[in-house]
Nanobody, 127 residues
């Protein structure tokens, strides 16, 4: 398994931007597809974005398309989520996750497809 630590969350006004980072331990980071999920108060955790091991393919949930960008730097063992044009409904705890081995070349979107999770970072967007 890989250990994941998120950072970069905070308080931002609507229309602003934040970049989340997720640092992974271990030399096998490049073996994993990576994803971001979020959980708003009183709601279930939901998929946000995913990226293949190579970074060659990405997928997003409809509500963030055109505003969020997932990327990765395998040399730094880090995956990023650039969030622009933030809205109050983006307020949530954001989690990064590493996909299970069989998903490395694909973009998994279901929680069950991910085997390791970070502790989460809070993003709050004020109106």
């Amino acid at each position: 398994q890989v250990q994941l630590v998120e950072s970069g969350g905070g308080l931002v006004q609507a229309g602003g931007s934040l970049r989340l980072s997720c640092a992974a331990s271990g030399r096998t980071f490049r073996s994993y597809a990576m994803g971001w999920f979020r959980q708003a108060p009183g709601k279930e955790r939901e998929f946000v974005a995913a990226i293949t091991w190579s970074g060659g393919s990405t997928v997003y949930t409809d509500s963030v398309k055109g505003r969020f960008t997932i990327s990765r730097d395998n040399a730094k063992n880090t995956v990023y989520l650039q969030m622009n044009s933030l809205k109050p409904e983006d307020t949530a705890v954001y989690y990064c996750a590493a996909g299970r081995a069989q998903w490395a070349s694909m973009t998994p979107i279901h929680e069950a497809d991910f085997g390791s999770w970070g502790q989460g970072t809070q993003v709050t967007v004020s109106s």
